[in-house]
């Protein structure tokens, strides 16, 4: 599956965005995914990750209660709101995929221990004043 991510931009402290993340000539609803960021001189992290089955989530301590992940089947998106941005938000952030399958995992699972095997290219999230 090819994944497209967008939506970033520079916003400053205490605004929002919507990044989306799409799926050219495929539907993501059977799909694991994963919002990671790579901010600068830190390792990628799992900010925000949600399963298939029932949707179940999890986010990271530092953006829970800000950020939302969540699916629109329609349109084959999952969608990262992030509201009350901060500056240490600031990174290159990319959507990533994986079936998960046979097994299955917990959303937690897959945001801070699992590979997952399809990335999109990133979308660049800068908070500045």
């Known amino acids: 599956v090819q994944l497209q991510a967008s939506g970033g931009g520079l916003v400053q402290p205490g605004d929002s965005l919507r990044l989306s993340c799409g799926a050219s000539?495929?539907?993501?609803?059977?799909?694991?995914i994963g919002w990671f960021r790579q901010a600068p001189g830190k390792e990628r992290e799992g900010i925000a990750c949600?399963?298939?089955?029932?949707?179940?989530?999890y986010y990271a301590d530092s953006v829970k209660g800000r950020f939302t992940i969540s699916r629109d089947s329609a349109k084959s998106t999952v969608f990262l709101q992030m509201n009350s941005l901060k500056p240490e938000d600031t990174g290159v952030y990319f959507c990533?995929?994986?079936?998960?399958?046979?097994?299955?995992?917990?959303?937690?699972?897959?945001?801070?221990?699992?590979?997952?095997?399809?990335w999109g290219q990133g979308t660049q999230v800068t908070v500045s004043s």
């Open positions: 949600i399963t298939k089955t029932d949707s179940s989530t």
């Open positions: 990533a995929a994986d079936p998960v399958w046979p097994v299955s995992v917990s959303a937690h699972y897959y945001c801070t221990i699992y590979a997952p095997e399809f």
């Open positions: 000539g495929s539907t993501l609803d059977n799909y694991y």
